[in-house]
């Protein structure tokens, strides 16, 4: 007699032994009435599954913020093996202290391509290019794809601004507005005032960005040159990056 | 259908489009297993940058998705584990019990979607660990084996919570499609 315990572990192929299931099969092929035992089991089964389910927006924000922040902590994590390291690496360890303020730059500007407000332009280009091409500025390529990374996902979710309801715009705008907040301290820990000042102007872009359905046709200039502002920062960076690499 | 199966060399994008393709899927994973919404997110988010601590450890074998979705429903299981829930507390009274009755009867879309709604309060009659079993089993699709060691009980008695699972689901089925 095979009760449904044992149709169970045959339906799901595990917890029999292989000589048992090749009975179970055997048996089946010979007795109709079993088969339909297996068969309703089965459409029960399958009715068991449950419904799928979808995160709510800001559950997906705090996921996101968590991983960024948990790339940030890895980036900063290296810094502790500073005294450790020979004389090369310290300009690069020198960047780490930066990349908050740097990361938040390079989010303005993304931001800036949908809010259709130029951004000052000392405030991003002055900075990083000094970086760039002084004091020994090296990032590392973890810190490039935690950069590029962010700035995908920032430019990707303000993209999908538009297809939220108001409240998921808050929610979204609430949590990017709360990273700002934590970029400001860090631009201002960098000793990099002119950033921390930009970005606490951009709190005032993002009220205004509540209430508004989206960038029009008009705007769509300004989303080019401002587009155009954040690929040539990006080449920057990734450009840095390949330096890097054949460094090492 | 994209193949998102990567060489072991993760980097941060992979990790938010990871996050961006599957994160209702986790969601929903770790909903299943713990029943608490915010307990989900909390798991989706301790799996998630779990996920991004042991990078290294992605072998390419599966998914990276596939990957993260494990450490995800491992951090659920744990966050479960500190709740002290996945204890065999042995059989509950199953209050009656009628022979099964074949689903695909009259069965349109609203059916279906009380029946969704029904299986969600007919969840609620198992205990936590019948709940854990049958998720990982059914829906997660574990072996019985994995599931024993992650639970921290032995085969047999997993064995025995997903009867107990299965059969009082299969009696809210059948009455709920007698009520029908």
Known sequence: ?????????????????????????????????LRLRLQRLEAELDALRPAPSTAPVAAHGRWRAALADAMA???????????????????????????????AAAVMLSVGVFIGTRLP?????????????????????????????????????????????????????AEIR???ALYVKA???????????????????????????GPGDADRDMRRQLEFELNVLQTRIDRRASKLTHSI | MVDHRHSSAVCATDFHQALRRSGDRWYAACLNITRAPALAEDAVQDGLVLAWRKRHQFNGEAAIDTWIHRIVVNAALQLLRRNKAMVDRGPTEVEHVSEPIELHTPADARARDEWLYALERLVAVLTDYERICFVLKHVEE??????????????????????????????GLADWRIEA
């Open chain 1, 178 to 180: 709360q990273r700002n």
């Open chain 2, 142 to 171: 574990w072996q019985l084996s994995e599931i024993a060691d992650e639970t921290g009980n032995s085969v047999n008695s997993v064995k025995q919570a997903l009867f107990r699972a299965v059969k009082k689901l299969r009696v």
């Open chain 1, 121 to 173: 332009p000392p405030a991003v280009p002055a900075p990083f290019d000094e970086m760039a091409t002084g004091q020994g500025f090296s990032p590392a390529p973890a810190t490039v794809n935690v950069m590029r990374a962010y700035l995908v996902e920032t430019e990707q979710r303000l993209m999908e601004l538009d297809d939220l309801d108001s409240a998921g715009r808050a929610d979204v705008l």
């Open chain 1, 1 to 33: 007699m095979i009760d449904d315990r044992e149709l169970l572990l045959f339906h799901y192929r595990d917890g029999l032994s292989s000589r048992r299931i090749r009975w179970i099969e055997k048996r089946l092929k010979q007795d109709p009435a």
């Open chain 1, 187 to 213: 631009a201002e820990r960098a000793d990099w005032p002119e950033l921390a000042r930009v970005l606490r102007a951009f709190d005032l872009e993002l009220d205004s960005l509540q209430d508004d359905p």
């Open chain 1, 73 to 103: 902590e890895h980036d900063h994590a290296g810094a502790s093996d500073r005294v450790f390291l020979p004389a090369p690496w310290q300009g690069l360890l020198a960047f780490r202290s930066l990349f908050a303020p740097m990361l």
